[in-house]
């Protein structure tokens, strides 16, 4: 099995590669080749018996999609993407790297299997930003996606591009939208939705936190290790499963700010929770009352994708996880 | 006011020029200049008081939407397509340009407005095919949309694309999802929706047609009259009412083969009807399966959009707008 990871550097990517090391298989099959790609060259993950190439790559470079498909991986998990903020700001970079450079390697898997018969699985992070407000309060499977955003312009319409090459046979693709990971592991950013990670992160690291919005504020969340499971299963379930609906929008665990405070007292104390400070921020509280606050994700959890049912779980995925089991 | 409209030739395009050119006016703004463009040279419509410039320019050519936005036009129609057929069997075709060559309009016309002050009104024809099956009996404003065609999936990116530059400010746009045109004038064709035409248009005219599916199929219908007057209602309304929503199904009229027979045999008598030729197509019949048959098109008909509401209104239009009047 030869697999190819583009956005290899970021968050996921890099929790993706060690997780695929760690089990050396996927599907019943070793993996003997690891192609991990980003923009700048990914580190390579430590203990893999097979062969891995990390490279740095623009995949908005036309001549680049062809060269990272030439050895024909049989998965092709893509990552790569300008986030949400930076896509807004910049409209040019966003529309390169997030609809040229997916169309790139759509294009790229087609060329190669002109040549011989070729036909990888395809793995695409979409995001539920390709919904936008007004919404009801719960988001079926059959809503449609209005994005409000550039970035969420760009996944929808990945999505569909997603769609008709697996309907074509060009590639066995699947779409997931991933709700907003949480807790992000690192420094806090600037992403307006930052603060969801920030607010449980730095308390649990002995740091301040600022929550710039009210504590009725819902939205909806999975942890980085559920993320990586969703791959793990979009990868090694029967595709066919899908028909022609090739996008999922991904299980979560709706919560509000209260209710993540309230999951952090009870993991770590009232002391870890007395170190967020209320900063309100109307220009982030109003970016944030676009969002999705909850989903009805049947299909996908019929599909067998799990997430967290409470956010006590969310808090202790992290624990384990980043913190080496300690607080 | 100076127009573009393009895919000018086709049978909407050279209807719509004729409109445009019969009210001289748009919105109360005398029309001064009409640019018409399709990849032949579209016919200039008689009796037009101001300039007219009809050129033929392959919009996927990323050097001519420039050129076509370089005078500015206050106005474009953009309706240049591959049809369905011809881009779920030439995807190369169907993507360069109905995708590409709709991104390059987009663009030009961004980067015009980069030169100076420029934000036209763009009216964007998308289609009923943006949904693929299964669906609801009654398609509501709010169902996704799923294509089960290269040439769906296109307009659906479309869509996406022009709500996006929409909400940017780049341009003022509002996508049109049009019913299936009927009754067609011209000859007979190959389309798979060709029947729905063929079969009143032959026997209004003495000839006999083909029916390949059986008398219980559903369909969603418009005159290309009423057609002519959604462009003329999207160029003139008050965009701000869509919010950041910007393509609309429109109304049409839901009938089955059998009432559209019935409708022929009240206005054309059954002689009329008896010219029908019955020839079950089980191909065609599982293409049309995968059609949508009917739609609760409410956010339109609230925008002011109005349709025919019976077969016979629609069959009424084409003897009045085709056959002058007369049987």
Known sequence: MNILITGAAGMLGRKLAQRLVRTGELGGRT??????VDVVTPEAPAGFAGETHARAADISDPSQAPRLIANRPDMVFHLAAIVSGEAEMDFDKGYRI??????????????????????????????????????PEKIDDEFFTTPLTSYGTQKAIGELLLADYSRRGIFDGIGLRLPTIC???????????????????????????????????????????AAVEFFMRAA???????????????????????????ALTRVAGAKAAALIRREPDAKI???????????????????????????????????????????
Chains 1, 2 share one sequence.
């Open 183 to 225: 807790i992000r592991p690192g420094k806090p950013n600037k992403a307006a939705s930052g603060f969801f990670s920030n607010i449980l992160r730095e308390p649990l690291a002995g740091q301040e936190a600022v929550l710039p919005v009210s504590e009725d504020v819902r939205h909806w969340h999975a942890s980085p290790r």
């Open 98 to 135: 997030n609809l040229d450079g997916t169309r790139f390697l759509f294009k790229a898997i087609r060329a190669e299997a002109a040549k011989a018969p070729y036909r990888p699985r395809v793995v695409f992070t979409s995001s539920i930003a390709v919904f936008g407000a007004p919404f």
């Open 236 to 262: 090694t379930m029967d595709l066919t499963q899908l028909g022609a609906r090739r996008n999922l929008t991904l299980p979560g665990y709706s919560a509000t700010v209260g209710e993540q405070i309230a």
């Open 285 to 327: 509280e109003a970016i944030v009352a676009g969002w999705p606050r909850n989903f009805d994700a049947r299909r996908a959890v019929a599909l067998g994708f799990r997430a967290e049912s409470s956010f006590d779980e969310i808090i202790r995925a992290h624990i384990d996880d980043e913190l080496g089991g300690r607080l």
């Open 31 to 36: 993996i003997q080749r690891l192609t991990l």
